[in-house]
């Protein structure tokens, strides 16, 4: 960040008064531009006992299997831009059953919150960022392929609790020392 | 949002290439500014049978109750945001359960967390933007002066889960219709 938004002078980095961390604030109109972590939504979308999974024809991780999730948008609840994401990113009609897994991974400063979805038909085919959908059974799932530590997370805990068909919401941190 | 945060030019609101929203693009050197939810984290601060509330000292809502809480921080996991946050309004040493309630507030894009916690100690009191704070029984908690409908329906969730001793994570959508 180099300019106000708001009045276009050059922005510095200051601790203003009250606060305790560095923001950039406006040389000229002291506007303070708060920078603050997004949120990451998507589905486990489920059909009989598969599981639905996306080939990521972009960066980051293209050519990995990811479950449908993108950046939640104003305006947005967060199963509203979970069932959305699962929509643009596999043609995908989804109906959210709960909330499952949380993760928090402040190296990046995103957080990700994947509901358990109802798959309702197979009219289901690749979106704009995707190369293939395919429904893939426990033993099939591409484990050495998956895009992200979140997208294992989820599943194997869904292939856990499934055992008992008992689902508590799983809060999770994924800590990354970026230095190494 | 009016001038380019990367190289200080006005903004136009356009739908950029492959996108489907109006963003906020620079005429100049068309970086595209994207606009996100926030997250508040929090806490639900419980000593022996009473929880801990702060009656606020700043808009919005000042000289209501309300349960610790605030603006998650780039570089917090949603944990340390909701311990920072009980720090800085209630001065209240705390310790994380688990997570409990979730709201998404899409009038005003924003999605809220509260994590159960243990309160320490007794050793608390008003932060910068408290004017004071309090332990409450069931009976005593003033539910015409709370702050904001997420915390009516976290001490809510919490005194009838409690019965039983069973927390299910609560994951709620706050609709408001802002033109009426």
Known sequence: MNYCSRCGHPVSQKIPQGDTRLRYVCDECEHIHYQNPRIIAGCLPIYEDKVLLCLRSIDPRSGYWTLPAGFLENG????????RETREEANANAEIVDIYT???L????????FFRAKLLDLDFSAGEETDDVRLFGEDEVPWDQLAFPVITQTLKHYFTDRVDDNFPVRSMDIIIDRRR
């Not at 947005?76 to 069932?83: C, Q, R, V």
């Open 76 to 83: 947005e609840t967060t199963a509203m831009g979970a069932l």
């Open 102 to 104: 949380l993760f928090s």
């Open 106 to 113: 402040p190296h990046i400063s995103q957080v990700y919150m």
